[in-house]
């Protein structure tokens, strides 16, 4: 599968972005999805997640209650709405599939992931 991300940009300390992963191919809905980012200078850390149906949703402390989720398997695309960002909020956004059937839920762990999209830049100013 091929991953597409898009909808980064420069919004100011408190305001929103919604990204974008489009991927290819009929079996969407049989891949987990997950969000990943990484800061300049930083290790790569994990968003959020969500399950083959997208009723299982996981997410990192740092953007509980912010970052929400979701996927329409309709549409081949998987979305992360974020509000009430901040400056540390700053990264490279990467989406990422598993196809992995190991059962249902969601997959946290990068090194679990076996497609990357490309990459959308998300810049907060304070």
């Known amino acids: 599968v091929q991953l597409q991300a898009s909808g980064g940009g420069l919004v100011q300390a408190g305001g929103s972005l919604r990204l974008s992963c489009a991927a290819s191919g009929r079996t969407f809905s049989r891949y987990k999805m997950g969000w990943f980012r990484q800061a300049p200078g930083k290790e790569r850390e994990f968003v959020a997640a969500?399950?083959?149906?997208?009723?299982?949703?996981d997410y990192a402390d740092s953007v509980k209650g912010r970052f929400t989720i979701s996927r329409d398997n309709a549409k081949n695309t998987v979305y992360l709405q974020m509000n009430g960002l901040k400056p540390e909020d700053t990264a490279v956004y990467y989406c990422?599939?598993?196809?992995?059937?190991?059962?249902?839920?969601?997959?946290?762990?990068?090194?679990?992931?076996?497609?990357w999209g490309q990459g959308t830049l998300v810049t907060v100013s304070s």
């Open positions: 990422a599939a598993d196809n992995n059937l190991r059962g249902p839920g969601t997959v946290t762990d990068q090194y679990e992931y076996d497609y």
């Open positions: 969500i399950s083959w149906s997208g009723g299982t949703t």
